[in-house]
């Protein structure tokens, strides 16, 4: 058996040379000489970092990194003019990178997967005066014996050539030509996307969807734009249509939607799911030809959905959720296993605290009795005997405070009384039936119940959560996160899209419970941690446990972070106000008791 090299902890630097004779010198050894080649490599055009070494060729792949200058890059100005155009521009390198991987056929090579999105990534970097990429090499070996000839001609053809093929913008092949095209497009994109955001926030417009923009996608699980003679492109209904000038695609028209209550109606089948979650994307900027790329929503825009079994923790539910049997505290309610309607109610409260103007919701994925009662249920249920007040009577009350909603119903005309628009998909056709609508509510009037309601709540103060011996942290996809030995699930906030962002929510929820807790409300925390993000960037993990120089990660929004928290089972508050929670109480089924909380206000998305 080869016994188990220990190398020195030290890194080297060379040229790549030094390290084509290093590996080839590393032949046959144990596979922890590997260690050896830790350190930068000049390669010329590029440097070569090796910044870990895997323990074994069963383990995950080893991380490096490479870096070189705009300049020698031959990066286009355009691409360094701006923040945003350089956050364009890397995430355009990272695709870029994992392009020229494939064509090369290698499988020893790998970088993070980018997807429709075009977002801060930790994988790649663009700086005035530097780029940098990150990714994995798997080191061959022969069980657990180096195979340095291998591994020599790994680093001396496949990995340079990658590298190269990813950063040289400065040759006039029809290749390169056609990669600074598309490069520049793709920062045109960005720029243009928030260009857009910016005069949503001008004109106060809670969405903009363009005309010609392709909504409908290929499946259910697949990100790429439906085609075929068939498919219908956006067109905005004449009473909504406004224009817009962008930087670079000039001006655009499109549908408009202003503040307050919107209904979103029409036959199953024809579009209206497709046109909610089209809004719901438009807080990110999509890559060129995605079809959604001139379609922008309020930042803090956030999708509130039943989802039975999450946890809930001392969040203020008594604007939806009174007199429970047992008497239990719903100003301060907590539950390890909330119903479909708890935790919809729990959702939209906790997006409010976040700093959320605009809730988005389907009548499919939500909670029905949370949403209505009809009269006849009215009639049936008392009053006193029911706990739950309905969306319906107080989606009045919200529009006065300021939080505008977009609805997706085709089951009830409950909310058609309160609407300030009604849209209706017809065969993917948006239509504005806003007059139709009033003139069906004054032929079959129904009773109105809206009742006010104040949405003030203390704030929650999360309590700082203990260290542990062996602590895990990881995501799997975008649905699952995992902290030490507890599981999140967060499959029901639904701006989570990359599995970068899951990973990255994973180490700030481990961070802002560890190092910032215990003092501050969820809104302070989470502009705590957002102050970090932006002077540190994503490398801000490493402070909570990560490794250096992470290469997965992808930006996420702080009231998905703060969703997330809202969701892990171990949060705690401090001073809990003595609320009995509702497994005490007897009204749900649930596991533990759990600490108590308030509430709060607002916060930076």
Not at 32 to 43: H, I, Q, R, S, V
Not at 327 to 350: H, K
Not at 553 to 568: F, M, T
Request: glycine share 8%; aromatic share 6%.
């Amino acid at each position: 058996m080869t016994p188990r090299y220990e190398a020195p902890a030290r890194s080297t630097s060379g040229t790549d040379a030094d390290l084509l004779d290093q590996l080839r010198y590393a032949d046959g050894r144990p596979y922890g000489f590997y260690k050896n080649a830790l350190g930068a490599w000049d390669y010329g055009d590029f440097t070569l970092a090796i910044d870990h070494v895997q323990a074994d060729p069963y383990a995950p792949p080893s991380s490096l990194r490479a870096w070189s200058t705009p300049e020698a890059m031959g990066l286009p100005e355009a691409a360094l003019a701006s923040s945003d155009a350089r956050l364009a521009a890397a995430d355009f390198i990272a695709r870029s990178f994992d392009e020229a991987i494939r064509a090369r056929g290698t499988r020893d090579v790998t970088i993070a997967r980018a997807g429709a999105l075009i977002l801060q990534r930790s994988y790649a970097t663009v700086l005035p005066d530097r780029v940098e990429v990150r990714f994995q090499v798997k080191l061959p070996a022969r069980g657990r014996t180096i195979l340095g000839k291998s591994a020599a001609r790994l680093f001396d053809v496949d990995v340079p050539n990658i590298v190269m093929d990813c950063f040289d913008f400065v040759s006039e092949d029809p290749d390169t030509t056609r990669k600074r095209s598309r490069l520049l497009a793709h920062v045109a994109a960005y720029e243009d996307y928030r260009a857009l955001q910016g005069i949503l926030e001008e004109r106060g417009w809670v969405s903009f969807v363009a005309d010609e923009a392709m909504l409908a996608r290929r499946s259910g699980v697949s990100e790429a734009p439906l085609a075929g003679d068939g498919v219908v492109a956006f067109a905005a209904p004449d009473s909504l249509r406004a224009t817009v000038t962008l930087p670079h695609a000039g001006e655009v028209s499109g549908m408009a939607i202003p503040p307050g209550l919107t209904l979103i109606v029409g036959g199953g089948y024809h579009g209206k799911s497709t046109l909610l979650e089209a809004i719901a994307q438009g807080v990110y900027a999509h890559v060129p030809g995605d079809g959604r790329e001139l379609v922008a929503t309020d930042p803090t825009a956030t999708k509130v959905r039943a989802a039975d079994g999450r946890a809930v923790t001392g969040v203020d539910i008594s604007p939806f959720i009174t007199h429970l049997p047992g008497g239990a505290d719903t100003t301060s309610f907590s539950t390890e296993n909330a119903s479909g309607s708890t935790s919809q109610a729990a959702s939209i409260i906790e997006s409010l605290e976040l700093g959320a103007r605009t809730l988005l919701i389907d009548e499919d994925t939500s909670a029905t009795n949370l949403l209505i009662r009809d009269t006849r249920m009215r009639d049936l249920v008392a009053a006193e005997k029911e706990p739950i007040t309905p969306l319906v009577d107080r989606v009045t009350s919200l529009t006065e405070a300021g939080v505008s909603l977009i609805m997706v119903v085709g089951g009830s005309g409950a909310f058609l009384d309160a609407a300030d628009r009604v849209l209706m998909m017809d065969n993917y056709h948006c239509l504005d039936v806003t007059s139709r609508a009033r003139e069906v509510v004054s032929s079959l009037p129904r009773p109105r119940t809206d009742t006010p309601t104040s949405w003030e709540a203390p704030p929650r103060v999360p309590a700082a959560k203990a260290r542990v011996d062996r602590p895990r942290t990881k995501a799997s996809g975008t649905t699952v996160l995992t902290i030490d030995r507890s599981t999140v699930d967060i499959s029901d906030v639904t701006a989570v899209v990359d599995p970068g962002q899951a990973e990255a929510i994973a180490w700030c929820v481990r961070g802002v419970l560890e190092e910032m807790a215990g003092k501050q409300s969820m809104p302070e925390l989470m502009a705590k941690l957002g102050r970090r993000l932006a002077s540190e960037g994503l490398d801000a993990v490493c402070k909570f446990g990560a490794r250096p120089y992470p290469a997965f990660l992808a930006r996420p929004r702080l009231i998905d972070v703060g969703a997330a928290i809202n969701r892990y089972r171990g949060l705690s508050l401090r001073e809990p106000r003595g609320a009995v929670s509702v497994d005490e109480a007897g009204a749900e089924p649930s596991g533990e008791s759990r600490p108590e909380v308030a509430e709060s206000s607002s916060l930076p998305v």
